[in-house]
């Protein structure tokens, strides 16, 4: 691809794959990571019996391909902060979900299923707020379809570029849908100017996107919409076996009081049942329960569903992708095994970078990073996809002077054992919606550790940029 290592390891993050130099990556991410840079990728399997090995996948392979049947479309919206996202979301579940079967208890797990015409879709559910960049580009990567939303009074703002940017490198389908239709200076051709001068010229100016004009609020057009992916869908003919062992996408997770750690799956291949045994990096699970998004126990799921697990070992990072195996000893075994090799790759790493400098640019960095004030944290969110967000964003907090250096980071609220290992490293606790234990408070006095925290992740930045800043004012 003509690519320096570290341009390749960026754009397989941003497609939520956090790979190291010689990892082997899936054929699909490498045929999208292939086009994304004008190649096309084509995977030739060498022939004849010389190589039993690659003739028996070959045939696995083809044994495969007999039992694809169709599956849905799994869709997600993507688009500039206010412009609708969240509204459409719920209007499309609304008006699609039979609710009054639960009470009308809907449960945000993360993803839902509505139906248009019999068929069903699967909704990537996750949170709007336009700081969650990174999931947003997860969210591209485990899509068929994204639906950009604009609004029609306001047009193509930064983030909706940046969105269609992350579409448009996750090789996902698009369809724009053009909100607030009813607003007063609503403007429908000016956003499709806009999306002239873009390269995605709507189908009625003759273009290839497909253009909905709806008002998520009063509800219209989306039919029409809901029509329009249906449609866009079955072009792509979206197949997977629907049958056997399943693997699939951890959507989000969490910790939930009574439940333990949770998990939303999006079963991407198989059929996932209850009692299955999985393994997801070092978490592993024998499937207690499942629920789909009205919170209804669930006994199976086949491709594109949605189902919250329960059964977890531990909350799996959310974007990875989970594999079932023979039984929960099995799942365990693995888990550990992964969670070895992770504790072995870290050391070599830290033992390498010990040991780097061996070409100029290490130099200038080592030379560069002995100048940098360090600033340790300890961070600690809500559910892992928040997490990660904060440490994405942590992480790209410029500075010359001042490095920060996440110590350590967990899903669940600030206990006393964070306090004592920030003291034990120097570290500040950053804690991003999440309460605190009994009597950290005091304890973080004692240690004369700061508790930095936050609700809203723009603040809780400014307040750790802050933090950072005075660590370069000259002591008095
Ligand atoms: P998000 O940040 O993209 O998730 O946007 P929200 O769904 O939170 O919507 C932002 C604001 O726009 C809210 O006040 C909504 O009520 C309003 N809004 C959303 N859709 C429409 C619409 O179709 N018409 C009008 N007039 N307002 C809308």
Known sequence: LELKPFQLLSDLMERGIFASMNQTIEEDIAAKVAEAHGFELEIRHRGGSADSGDSKKKKEQEDESA????????????????????????????????????????????AYQVEASGEPLSFLDTPGHAAFSRMRERGASTTDIAVLVVAADDGFKPQTDEALKF???????LIVAINKIDAKGANIDRVKTQMQERGIAPEDWGGE????????????????????IRLQSEIMELKAVPKGKSSGVIIESQIEQGRGPTAT????????????????????????????????????AGPSTPV???????????????????????????????????????????????????????????????????????????????????????QELPSDQVELKVVGKGVGMITKKDVELAGASD?????????????????????????????????????????????LEPEL
């Not at 997600?76 to 009308?104: M, N, P, Q, S, Y």
């Not at 996107?209 to 329009?228: F, H, N, R, Y």
């Open 265 to 300: 799956i999006l079963v991407k291949k198989g059929k996932l049942k209850v009692g299955d045994a999985l393994v997801c990096g070092t978490a592993s699970c024998k499937v207690k329960a499942m629920h789909d998004d009205l919170g209804k126990a669930v006994k199976e």
């Open 308 to 394: 919250k697990v329960i059964g977890w070992s531990d909350a799996p990072e959310s974007g990875s992708t989970y594999e079932t195996v023979k039984n929960e000893r099995e799942a365990k075994r693995v888990a550990e095994e992964t969670l070895e090799s992770r504790k072995k790759k870290e050391e070599e790493d830290r033992l390498a970078a010990k040991s780097a400098g061996s070409n100029l640019d290490d130099l200038f960095s080592a030379i560069e990073s002995t100048r940098k004030t360090n600033f340790n944290v300890i961070l600690k969110a809500d559910v892992h996809g928040s997490l990660e967000a904060l440490t994405g964003m942590l």
């Open 167 to 173: 579409a448009k490198k996750a090789g996902v389908s």
């Open 67 to 110: 039992l694809l049947e169709p599956r849905p479309p799994v869709v997600c919206i993507l688009g500039h902060v206010d412009h609708g996202k969240t509204t459409l979301l719920d209007t499309i579940r609304k008006a699609k979900v039979v609710d009054d079967e639960f009470g009308g208890i809907t449960q945000h797990i993360g």
């Open 209 to 228: 996107v497909i253009t909905v004009p709806v008002s998520a609020l009063k509800g219209e057009g989306i039919d029409q919409l809901l029509e329009m």
């Open 427 to 471: 570290a500040t606790i950053v804690g991003f919606n999440v309460r605190m234990e009994n009597g950290v408070q005091g304890h973080a006095k004692h240690l004369d550790v700061r508790i930095l925290q936050d609700n809203i992740i723009y603040q809780l930045i400014d307040i750790i940029r802050e933090s950072m800043a005075e660590l």
